[in-house]
């Protein structure tokens, strides 16, 4: 018995340093946060992705594996703004709250701490930039449907890359304004297209493109991603980048298992885009989760040889169920565990030690 005690107290660290690709010293340098949410992406969505990609995802690289409890402060059912909001600064809200506490006071988010910081902020997303998920990271308003007014909030925020779609939000305006000029002359480069977005190699940007589902985009998040770091990598201090897998969340509400599993794979297109850069990198932490489970989906029949998936949803709605948090590269190991989704702010500062 007490060689096996030894045996296991000796085999603990090996087991901890396993989840990152280096050993971590005792306590990592991390310059770099790329945070990547899949929205309604369970477990099921995961395995649904792997079994139509014929048996593998880049996501499987990441060894250090946690799970998120994702009720909201008045809810058992979140939804992407409170979700969200409980990554961006470290409380659970209520539902609809972009930014703001559970009394509606705007708090500092995780994102505006690292720009107060020296850091090089970054959002990058496949549906409106103006809606829930990346909107609680940089704007600060009582309810998601004020997309007008979360458009504003982008032009004073600081963030050096924005991409996403919702044109409309900033230039086809009640009030007049013509937000695009507006970022133009505070020094940024407004792009519509993906092919235009990656020819910026330097500077402040705005992308903003058409929303539409894979087929008709292509890798647009894949390369965009990597267009944002190759900006912000060039901040010697570090960078905060937020990307999001928007649409897995409209395949789960249409209980559409095609729609869904496309566009798994092609967030885990961006998570090797990601992880990639952390193994050359060395100094940045990439971080995976989701806010929330939507559809109930259950896988019903599936061969890994050749993609071939088959399942049934139970709803047209999010879910209650824990979602899985993948951590990769310096201080990965902090994710482990079962924890509430508004523990993940303090992890990442803890990560950037602020």
Do not use: W
Request: net charge neutral.
């Amino acid at each position: 018995m007490n060689r096996y005690i030894t045996a296991v107290g000796l085999l603990l660290p090996v087991l901890l340093m396993s989840c990152s690709s280096t050993p971590p010293p005792s306590r990592p340098k991390i310059k770099n946060v790329i945070f990547m949410v899949g929205d309604g992406m369970g477990t099921t969505q995961i395995y649904a992705g792997l079994t139509a990609n014929k048996g593998s995802l880049n996501l499987e690289r990441i060894k250090c594996i946690g799970f998120s409890r994702t009720n909201s402060a008045n809810n058992y059912m979140t939804e992407s703004a409170a979700g969200a909001t409980a990554f961006s600064i470290g409380q659970k809200t209520y539902n609809g709250a972009i930014g703001v506490d559970s009394t509606g006071k705007p708090q500092p988010t995780i994102l505006e701490i690292a720009r107060q910081h020296g850091l090089s902020t970054g959002i990058v997303v496949t549906t409106d930039i103006t809606d829930a998920t990346p909107a609680t990271f940089a704007a600060h308003q009582k309810t998601r449907d004020m997309q007008a007014e979360i458009a504003a909030d982008y032009v004073n925020s600081g963030v050096e890359v924005l991409v996403g779609a919702g044109r409309e939000h900033f230039d086809q305006r009640k009030d007049g304004r013509n937000l695009l000029t507006e970022l133009s002359r505070k020094g940024y480069q407004v792009k519509y297209t993906t092919d235009d977005i990656v020819q910026v190699k330097q500077g402040k940007l705005v992308g903003l493109v058409k929303e539409e589902r894979v087929a008709g985009r292509g890798d647009q998040l894949a390369r965009t991603t990597n267009a944002a770091l190759q900006l912000l990598q060039q901040n010697k201090k570090g960078f905060f980048l937020v990307v999001e897998g928007s649409k897995i969340d409209d395949g789960g509400h249409a209980n559409d298992l095609q729609y869904v599993t496309e566009e798994v794979i092609d967030f885990d297109k961006a998570i090797k885009a990601a992880l990639d850069f952390a193994d050359k990198d060395g100094e940045t932490l990439v971080v995976v989760t989701a806010d929330h489970e939507t559809g109930g989906l259950t896988i019903a029949e599936g061969d890994l040889s050749t993609g071939k998936i088959s399942g049934k949803f139970s709803t047209d709605d999010h879910t209650g169920v824990m979602v899985p948090v993948f951590a990769y590269g310096p201080g990965a190991e902090a994710f482990m565990g079962i924890y509430h989704n508004n523990t993940i702010f303090r992890k990442l500062m803890q990560a950037f030690n602020f």
